[in-house]
């Protein structure tokens, strides 16, 4: 079986801060290597270079611009111990063909898992997360683990309806393509902001027996209603895909995101979750969405995305295979 991953553009040699070659020195930039295609273990990054989606959502443009910042931002964070860390490069969105660079991250994704390894996609816009399922549904983990746990921390339900698909229809198109497959999924979300969603989309959510928090239901004051919450959903799935949408943090916290949050969700909540979902020896894939850096500020979004996905990758306990 060939796990190769084919990418638009090929991984870049990394640099950053270097303070010494010993273990008690390293950085990500002296960790990661190039994907390999043969089995083994730890964590691949793979880029989505798109904002097509959110350009069809109507949203502000340059998450395209993402998985490079983020790539930056990870580079100099020190490891407390080395890690297996592999970059494959990045399937990049041209020609307004998003379906076509959903497809091929989907196969990147699937090669990934199937070789045993933690994908962690570096979007771009949420449209990534059609294409995060795409890979996650063909491959040999879904098929042993059948039942699907998707956890939104996100600002939005990303449920609407629309003919078009776009950053703003990924978990309705993951919905009907589950119904299609006859298989079975939940699909929760935490950080809603009721503000930026229609009762319409609250109508979807709710028929599709879509669970959620609102970002006023959060707080750190929140901690065992968000406990309880994540406990339930690890507790009814067999497998689990995080996808984190930079938004639903407040925008002091990240400025850099197509949608700005009002409120948002604390990123000490953020955390904990990440955590509970990376320690629980059932998360399968994980894609961050919606960075947008030519509005951020002072690297600030990029930054807060990056420790998210340092935790996530320094904790994880991987799925029984």
């Not at 730890?42 to 790539?71: H, Q, T, Y």
């Not at 970002?215 to 984190?244: H, K, N, P, S, W």
């Not at 399968?284 to 947008?292: G, H, P, Q, S, Y």
Request: glycine share 8%; with cysteine; proline share 7%.
């Amino acid at each position: 079986m060939s796990h190769d991953i084919v990418v638009d553009i090929a991984p870049a040699s990394w640099s950053g801060r270097t303070d010494g070659g010993t273990p008690e020195h390293l950085r990500w930039h002296q960790a990661i290597a190039p994907y390999s295609p043969e089995p083994g273990a730890g964590s691949v990054l793979i880029g989505f270079a798109s904002d097509e989606g959110v350009r069809r959502n109507k949203g502000r443009r340059g998450a395209a611009a993402g998985p490079d910042a983020l790539r930056a931002a990870l580079s100099s964070m020190a490891l407390a111990e080395p890690l297996s860390l592999a970059d494959a490069g990045t399937v990049a969105v041209t020609d307004a063909d998003l379906e076509a660079g959903q497809a091929a991250l989907g196969r990147a994704v699937t090669a990934a898992m199937d070789a045993g390894r933690l994908p962690v996609v570096l979007g771009g816009g949420h449209e990534v997360a059609f294409g995060t399922y795409l890979g996650v549904a063909p491959s040999e983990l879904r098929k042993r683990h059948p039942r699907l746990g998707i956890l939104n921390l996100d600002a939005h339900f990303d449920l609407r309806s629309d003919p078009i698909p776009s950053s703003g229809t990924p978990f309705r198109q993951i919905a009907e393509a589950e119904q299609a497959a006859g298989t079975s999924h939940r699909y929760d979300v935490i950080g809603i902001s009721q503000p930026s969603n229609t009762a319409a989309l609250f109508d979807t959510a709710h028929r599709l027996g879509v669970r959620y928090l609102l970002d006023d239901q959060c707080g750190i004051a929140d901690r065992a209603a968000v406990d309880e919450f994540v406990v339930d959903f690890l507790d009814d799935v067999d497998i689990v895909y995080l996808t984190i949408d930079l938004d639903v943090l407040p925008a002091a916290v990240a400025p850099g995101v197509s949608a700005p949050a009002a409120y948002g969700v604390p990123l000490e909540t953020i955390q904990r979750v990440c955590d509970r979902l990376s320690a629980s020896g059932k998360l399968a894939v994980v894609d961050v969405a919606e960075l947008n850096p030519a509005l951020d500020i002072d690297n600030r979004t990029a930054r807060t995305a990056a420790r998210l996905i340092h935790r996530i990758v320094t904790a994880h306990v991987p799925p029984t295979r």
